[in-house]
Structures are given as structure tokens and as C-alpha cells.
């Protein structure tokens, strides 16, 4: 099968304009048509407006706040952060996001030659995704037993007595067997063979192309399956190697649009609502960092004594030190501001957080995290303590740059920085009060 060649391929920054129109850059009132309707599917799949992925004005299409790649026929749109994180076009910081939030590898294991700012996010993921496949089964498939049954000339396994005295009452020379058979056509293999087989229809790199349809071939014995999202697949001890390249189809099958599975005018999407990408981003983090001390979107308080409002902060970690409440804010902080830009409601927030579930025991310390742009780095930007509470609330910025070790979260976490959380201030607005 040849590259996946003469198609359009764009690429813009959240809330950024797409023109439609015939010139350069521009997608054509018919391309922006179908990356409308795909970004419609998608939006009910993410529970979300379609203008959240990609909005349809009279002169131009507009971008929202969820990023990734929406490849629809005859072109594709790559949306990528606006922030300025990396000094350049957000991709890099964007896929070191992906590969902490879901445990992925990519880009990392898919280098082959070239550089991640000349491969779309798209083909970087597949790129990835092959080098991946191919590396893991030099190591052989996975198998499993699976029972089998068969008419055969000699015995094998077990007789199936009812069958060969119906089926083969007068033929005395053929066996009804049963029998198990070490096989690598199981739920795991067909998933990441879907997956393979749909990604050799969406590369334009030969090099790619090259490495699935060898991997392919390699799993010649593997079955398929319409709808591999729906395998019962079971992840173990024996098939470790396979964890990281199974969480990697699945995620790459999911955006397959329902045509495609029908076999009909294919469409693929791989988006990442950027809220939620930050949380997941800083929760594993802080899970890296505070093991079991940190919970995710913590639950058992609420405003009310019936249980009506939850309250179900972002992070939560408690220690013999303090008590921390982590919010977490996708967008850039307004430094020049005494107030940083944050929000009267996003204050209300926190301090219901402190309230629900602050300890008498330690101190309470609530901070509202935001994503660091180039050169801010993980600090803290304004250090304030709450009149009557005694919480301490704290601004601060996560730097999101490739971590050797992704545990370095400098200030929130390290116990020598901060030896006293409440009474700790970093910034010159020392013994302001809210």
C-alpha cells in the first residue's frame, strides 16, 4: 500500500482563525464543510459544543480550546496550545503532556531521522506507534490456549462423543476432536492489529508505512475484528511488553469515526481538551511525587450535609505537614495584575475546598495552578493568607518542560522550601490578605 499522499495538511493554535477561501493556508468552503461535520461527532464523544473544537463563520473557521488533529477527507487540521511553553510551535510541550497524562512513549521511540518540527502531531503518534509495534514483537506475539474443534483423521485432544455418533455415525474414518491450541489470534494482538491496519491508511511516510506493513506481516495469524474496542482484553504479567503499545491503539482506534467502522468516507480525530489534559498532566505528577499521599479528584465532601454540591478538587495531598488543595487553571496567568488575572469565583473555589476539607490537625494550604510559558519555570506568584482561616492560598505555575525524572514540581512539593506552608512567602506581596 502506497503513503497516504495528496492531502492538505494545516496547522493553527487554540482560538486561532483558519481562512476558507482558495488561498495559501486557507481550506476550501467544501474541506471546511467536512471538518465541521467531523468536529460535530466528536464533540458529542467529548460532551462538548462542536464550536469547543472548531467554530464555522461566513470567511473563516476558528479553533477552540481542545487541541490535537482532525483529519477529515482531503485534509487535515492540526490545533495546537497557544501558550508560548517551548519557545516554539507548542508540539513538543504538547506531546510531553500526552506521554505523562496517558503513560505513552511517544515521539521518544519514533525519532527514525526526524525532527518533531517537521512531522505533524498526527504523524508523530503513528510514526511512534510503528516503531513501537515493531520493536515489541522481535520479542514474539503473546499467545494464549484457546479450545478448538475439528474432524480429523486421528485422534487429538478429547473425543467429542455426542458429535461423533451424529455427525459421523457412518464415518468411522473421522474423529470429532476437541483439543486446546497455543495460538496469537487473542483479544490483545486483534486490538493493536486494528489499530496497525487503520494507521496504514492514514500515514503520508514511506518509512512508516514500511514498518506496519512489515509488522503485519509478522501477525499474519491474527484475526480481525470490525469493532476491537469492544475485545475483552486482559493485561498481565506475561504480556507486559504489550501495556504501553495496547494503551496506544486504543487510544489511536477511538478516534475512528462511525463511517469508518461502517467502511464507508473515513474520518479520524485525535483531540485532548485542554482542561482536562493540565489535570491529568499535574495530577500524575503530584502521584509521582506524593505516591499514595495524592488523590485525584478527591470525593466524600460536600457543601451540604445530604451530600448536594460535591466538592472534588483537582488534587488533594495530605501529610503530617500540611493539608494540599490543588486547583488547576488552563490558561496564562496576568502577572502585571496584583490579582494575576485569577478569578473572584475561582477564589469562592479553593476556599470551599479549605473549608471541606481542611484538618485541625496540620496547616491548609490551597493552590491555584497554572501552566508555566517559557522561561516562568514551576514557582510560586503570589503567596496570600485567607483573613480569618489561617489557609494559606497560593498562585503558582507547573513548568511544562521535559522532566528527566517527571517529578520535579519544585516548590508545591519539596518540604525543604517550604518548612512552615502557611507562614511561608516567596514573592514581595509578603502579608498581603484576601
Known sequence: MKPFTGHKRLTCHEWQRIPVGDGAGAVTPAEAKRLCRLATVYAARLRCRPEDI????????????????????????????KLDFDGEDGRATLIHMLNVAHDLRIWSEGQAGFAPQSLDLLEVVIL??????????????????????????????????KRQFTAHAVRPDRLACRFDE????????????????????????AATLTMLNDALDRMDGVGHNPDPLRERVVLDRTNTAWHGLYRMARLLLAGRSQSARQGGDEGFALLFPMNDLFENYSAKLFRRAMGWRARIQARGKSVTTCGLFALRPDILVETECETLIVDTKWKRLTLSED???????DIYQMLAYGQGYGRSTAPTR?????????????????????????????????????????????????????????????????????
Open 54 to 81: 472548531l467554530a464555522r463563520h461566513h470567511a473563516h473557521l476558528k479553533a477552540g480550546q481542545i487541541c490535537g488533529v482532525l483529519a477529515a477527507p482531503g485534509v487535515t487540521l492540526e490545533i495546537l496550545p
Open 128 to 161: 511512534s506507534f510503528a516503531r513501537r509495534l515493531s520493536d515489541t514483537l522481535r520479542n514474539g506475539l503473546p499467545r494464549r490456549y484457546r479450545t478448538e474443534a475439528d474432524d480429523l483423521p486421528v485422534l487429538r485432544g478429547a473425543l467429542d462423543v
Open 182 to 205: 497455543l495460538t496469537p489470534d487473542i483479544p490483545l494482538t486483534r486490538t493493536v492489529a486494528a489499530a496497525a491496519r487503520m494507521l496504514v491508511r492514514r500515514t503520508a511516510l
Open 339 to 345: 490579582k494575576a488575572g485569577v478569578s473572584q469565583s
Open 366 to 434: 490551597l493552590v491555584l495552578l497554572y501552566p508555566a510559558v517559557a522561561g516562568q519555570g514551576t514557582r510560586i506568584w503570589r503567596d496570600w493568607l485567607v483573613e480569618g482561616s489561617g489557609f494559606a492560598l497560593q498562585v503558582a505555575s507547573l513548568d511544562l518542560s521535559p522532566d528527566p525524572d517527571g517529578t520535579r514540581l519544585g516548590p508545591l512539593t519539596d518540604p525543604g522550601l517550604m518548612p512552615n506552608p502557611i507562614m511561608e512567602r516567596s514573592m514581595a506581596d509578603v502579608g498581603k490578605t484576601v
